[in-house]
């Protein structure tokens, strides 16, 4: 995302600020599990509630740290977050990989965002983010650079490159999904 510009960083921002707060809550919660109190006694630990996105769930469900009615800085409910702007990823890349329309033309990078920033991100976003993403759309650079972002100079040469990303992404989505939904938690506030 860092490389698609200043507008587009903002939202990758976004995405470091919520990667950043799980392991700030994975510090958190290993340091109580082994009795440490302050930062500075704090070595680097792993806590074993945050080994895996279950663990992660089952954890805070049982520390009553998710809150199915109010905000909170959960992991589950930033975990949410995340996986939201997975599906938004693996959309447009999906889109990326398609081919021409009957006019031989391919859809923008642009388009490809709007398009999936619809279905995966935009019913959770409040109307002024949803104006702001518009702009990061018509910002964004052709499909040429795309494709170079992954290493390759056709489009032909991307498509088994982007079944490969768009393969693995599906995997940890629909793990995530599963697991979110099993406990009630894609629509946590």
């Known amino acids: 995302m860092e490389s698609l510009g200043t507008m587009a960083s903002f939202f990758s921002q976004k995405v470091k600020e919520k990667v950043v707060l799980i392991q700030q809550l994975s510090l958190k919660h290993s340091a109580e599990a082994h009795g440490i109190r302050g930062p500075a006694e704090r070595p680097r630990l792993q806590s074993p509630a945050y080994r895996s996105v279950r663990s992660m769930v089952e954890m805070e469900l049982k520390a009553g740290a998710v809150d199915f009615s109010h905000r909170t800085d959960s992991g589950c409910r930033t975990l949410l977050r995340l996986h939201r702007s997975l599906l938004w990823l693996k959309l447009m890349l999906e889109g990326l990989a398609e081919g021409p329309d009957a006019d031989g033309q391919y859809r923008t990078p642009g388009e490809l965002s709007r398009d999936a920033y619809m279905v995966a991100l935009a019913p959770h976003h409040p109307w002024v983010l949803r104006q702001?993403?518009?702009?990061?759309?018509?910002?964004?650079?052709?499909?040429?650079?795309?494709?170079?972002?992954?290493?390759?100079?056709?489009?032909?040469?991307?498509?088994?490159?982007?079944?490969?990303?768009?393969?693995?992404?599906?995997?940890?989505?629909?793990?995530?999904?599963?697991?979110?939904?099993?406990?009630?938690m894609l629509e946590l506030p």
Request: proline content about 4%; glycine content about 2%.
């Open 132 to 184: 702001a993403a518009e702009f990061v759309f018509l910002a964004l650079p052709d499909r040429q650079y795309f494709l170079q972002l992954v290493c390759v100079q056709n489009q032909q040469e991307a498509v088994p490159i982007l079944r490969i990303i768009i393969h693995a992404l599906t995997l940890v989505h629909t793990r995530t999904q599963q697991i979110l939904a099993e406990h009630g």
